[in-house]
């Protein structure tokens, strides 16, 4: 379950890197933490999620597996859409902003998870174990 909620995670990440582009450096300055906080404003307002959506289908694929992961409760794919968003700010911080940075690491993220949860924050990783524990508590139908 863990692979498959990093998987679904991942995959917004990775929306949201090729919807946002540059979010910030890791001295953030005004206007990148402008646009970081744009994105994780985003991510926290589903009526702003549905906007990006609507005009992209690969973010339209993305929460259909989020949506398939979470049973279609709108409580669990919120909390992934806010644990995606607390993973992206870690990416930004921990590539200084640099988007080619960035893609490389989620390009290596899809073959190994456990190098990318290394960089993470202990809050992020926290986040990430309790939502994994939820998700796999969750009734099957």
Do not use: W
Request: proline letters at 4%; a neutral charge; hydrophobic letters at 45%.
């Amino acid at each position: 379950m863990r692979t498959r909620l990093t998987s679904s995670v991942l995959v917004a990440t990775v929306l949201l890197t090729l919807a946002c582009g540059r979010a910030g450096a890791q001295a953030l300055d005004p206007t990148s933490q402008e646009a970081l906080a744009s994105v994780l404003q985003m991510l926290q307002d589903p009526a702003l999620r549905n906007g990006l959506m609507a005009g992209n289908t690969q973010a339209g694929k993305a929460d259909q597996q989020i949506q398939s992961l979470t049973g279609g409760s709108a409580a669990l794919t919120q909390e992934v859409y806010e644990l995606a968003g607390q993973i992206f700010e870690d990416l930004v911080r921990g590539s200084g902003g640099d988007e080619k940075v960035m893609s490389q690491a989620l390009t290596r993220a899809q073959a190994d998870p456990a190098g990318f949860a290394a960089m993470l924050s202990p809050q992020t990783l926290e986040r990430l174990r309790a939502l994994a524990v939820k998700l796999s508590d969750r009734p099957r139908h």
